[in-house]
């Protein structure tokens, strides 16, 4: 039986092409990763099919679009995805206001960022895995729970019936 591994949806919102595409490929050099690009946050809410597990994200998504939501205003629009947001931005307010509004990670665009983009991409990815295999755990607890909770009842009924025919 062959073990299929699973494929993580990553989208990437980044309004530079070269950047967007140096994270594209970068990310799509780990065989558990399938990536889509948007160019901005609208872009990226009209694609209503897209299932995203985590997205990469730029803080200032306006140089094409000067009108384009920021990060910011994004984030506060996707809830329940892990959000890893870049950006040359050093001020910690920024950190910090993005931080209030749910991302797990900042990575500053430095001659390292798009191996930090990988390696932060890597945790969040490891940690839907653990948290999936928990789930399944508890599926699997609870379906072990639910035969034991019926087996007592039956052994506990025979009992009784036993005791009423003697």
């Known amino acids: ?36 690009c948007f160019s901005t946050g609208e872009e990226l809410l ?14 200032k998504l306006n ?8 990060g910011v205003e994004l984030s506060k629009i996707i809830e329940k995805i892990p959000i890893i947001a870049i950006s040359t931005q050093k001020e910690p307010s920024v950190v910090l206001d993005l931080m209030r509004n749910g991302i797990c990670d900042y990575i500053v665009k ?15 990815i490891s940690y839907l895995g653990q948290n999936k295999e928990v789930k399944t755990l508890t599926k699997k607890n609870r379906n072990h729970l639910v035969r034991l909770s019926i087996l007592f009842s039956l052994i506990v009924l025979f009992l009784i019936i036993s005791f009423l025919r003697s």
């Open 1 to 36: 039986m062959k073990i299929r591994k699973r494929k993580f949806n990553i989208g990437i919102v980044e309004d530079c092409e070269f950047i967007r595409e140096l994270i594209q490929w970068e990310l799509s050099q780990r065989s558990d990763c399938k990536v889509k």
């Open 46 to 59: 009209l694609d209503k099919h897209y299932q995203m597990d985590v997205m990469v994200m730029d803080y």
């Open 63 to 70: 140089s094409i679009n000067k009108s384009a939501m920021n």
């Open 110 to 124: 430095d001659e390292n960022f798009a191996d930090n983009i990988e390696k932060s991409v890597a945790k969040v």
